[in-house]
């Protein structure tokens, strides 16, 4: 986080005179300038140091300014630099194509040194704004949907796709709160939860939901994965693995075992953002996250840790090789599915 | 004739940059405008459109800097007016400029030396 003071600034323009004026101009208003002569090096300087602010100029050799705008704001690294464009150019239709490429403000030269330190300061300030959007993003949404947000913008609905829910749940957790003080139960929620957070991530899945001591993952959604019912059963595999570590651990100072079940079910469903407009969350629908459900569920059943439906099942690597259980009526459902077991 | 340099914005430049500053930027500006009118003659013979109005828009930018509003005017007619505009007068508009930036840079430098 910067105030306006002391930003770092990337201006850009062939010609010396202006490119001395404008570097003086600002570094007498605090803040650290460095220069580019074209486009080309411009772009190059952005990528590598990361800056506050661009200065453009429009009419350059090489690649002109228009042509930095384009690829800034196709650029999702430096798609949130705010440019302030500065140029002589003759025209409306100029100034009218640079707001349309998203400059933030056009000037026109010779600056007006007030007039630049002021319209620096307010995009600085709303850069630094919408920097803290997407830093709350980040906290409360998994990386893959902020950045899906980021790329695609925010719109309720969704869209079909292929991909594997997994359901988690701490088996008997009530007694366990009961016994113990809410305080002990936050640490334990929350140690449980980083180390579920770690077993998704680490199979290129997403975190959608967490309630109580349950949680729901996305294999595959928003960003496709190429074998989501591998990755699924893996997770759920590392799952099982980290809580028997942290069983030891619980072990040694008296505290009774955690156990976890989880569920896993693969195929097409609608992926997106449900809600409202004000308030909304990623996530899957379909049966297919039903089914994963009521598998977690039925791990109590079963005595198994982990279950999975015959879709999964089918695209497992051959060293996982799961128990078939037969067919099974799961609660809620008509018609009985066939349940493997690892 | 109009005084070659407008005193309001030369003055109003060496208040918000410094006078040392100004002196660096007036040598700065009598090396390369001479390469800006060179740039439009060469770009004229050429037929290269783009350079030419590259150039004329350059001398533009830097001549309104200084308050050098004569020259500027004539460099932005010669900029919209384009390489044919400047081919129809036989390359007169551009001579036209040069002598104005001449007028300009004597008086630049008078103002600097002081």
């Known amino acids: 986080m910067h105030d306006s003071h002391g930003a770092r600034l990337l201006l850009v323009d062939d010609n010396k005179v202006n490119r001395l004026l404008l570097a003086r101009t600002l570094e007498l208003a605090g803040h650290r300038v460095s220069a580019a002569e074209n486009g080309r090096v411009a772009l190059a300087m952005l990528r590598k140091d990361g800056y506050d602010l661009l200065l453009l100029d429009i009419e350059m050799p090489e690649m002109d300014g228009f042509q930095v705008l384009e690829q800034v704001r196709g650029d999702l690294a430096l798609r949130d630099v705010p ?130 001591d349950g949680l729901m993952a996305i294999f595959g959604a928003p960003v496709p994965l190429a074998n989501h019912a591998d990755a699924a059963v893996r997770a759920a595999l590392d799952m099982i693995e980290m809580m028997d570590l942290f069983n030891v651990e619980r072990r040694g100072v008296d505290k009774p075992e955690i156990r976890i079940g989880v569920g896993v079910a693969s195929g097409e469903m609608v992926a997106g953002y449900t809600g ?18 009521r598998l977690e569920q039925h791990t109590k059943e079963a005595r198994r840790a982990i279950l999975m439906d015959a879709a999964t099942r089918e695209t497992l690597s051959p060293s996982l090789a799961p128990d078939p259980l037969g067919a099974v009526t799961l609660r809620g459902k008509t018609q009985p599915v066939d349940v493997f077991a690892l | 004739m109009a005084d070659a340099i407008d ?108």
Request: proline share 3%; charged share 25%; net charge negative.
């Open chain 1, 83 to 212: 440019v302030i464009v500065t140029s002589s150019l003759e025209g409306l239709d100029n100034v009218v194509r640079c707001i349309e490429l998203g400059a933030e403000d056009y000037l026109t030269k010779p600056v007006n040194p007030v007039l630049l330190k002021a319209r620096i300061g307010a995009s600085l300030e709303k850069k630094r704004l919408r920097d803290q959007q997407k830093e709350l993003v980040r906290r409360f949404a998994a990386p893959e949907v902020a950045q899906d947000l980021q790329q695609s913008g925010f719109a309720l609905g969704g869209k079909r796709v292929r991909a594997s829910v997994l359901f988690a749940d701490i088996r008997g957790f009530t007694p366990i709160a009961e016994a113990q003080p809410p305080e002990e139960t936050i640490d334990l929620l929350n140690t449980y939860y980083t180390l579920m957070f770690d077993a998704v991530a680490g199979h290129g899945g997403i975190v959608s939901h967490i309630a109580g």
């Open chain 1, 276 to 293: 409202t407009n004000e308030r909304a969350t990623y996530t899957c629908i379909g049966d297919v996250v039903n089914l994963a459900a």
């Open chain 2, 7 to 114: 005193r309001g914005t030369f003055d109003g430049l060496v208040e918000t940059t410094g006078e040392d500053f100004v002196g660096e930027l007036v040598d700065t500006f009598l090396t390369e405008a001479p390469a800006m009118l060179d740039d439009m003659r060469d770009a004229l013979a050429r037929g290269d459109a783009d350079r030419f109005r590259r150039a004329a828009h350059s001398l533009k930018s830097n001549a309104n800097t200084f308050g050098a509003l004569t020259l500027g005017a004539l460099a932005k007619a010669l900029e919209l007016g384009g390489i044919a505009h400047a081919r129809d007068a036989g390359g007169a508009r551009i001579d036209e400029a040069s002598a104005e930036y001449a007028r300009a840079a004597s008086a630049l430098k008078d103002l600097t030396r002081a």
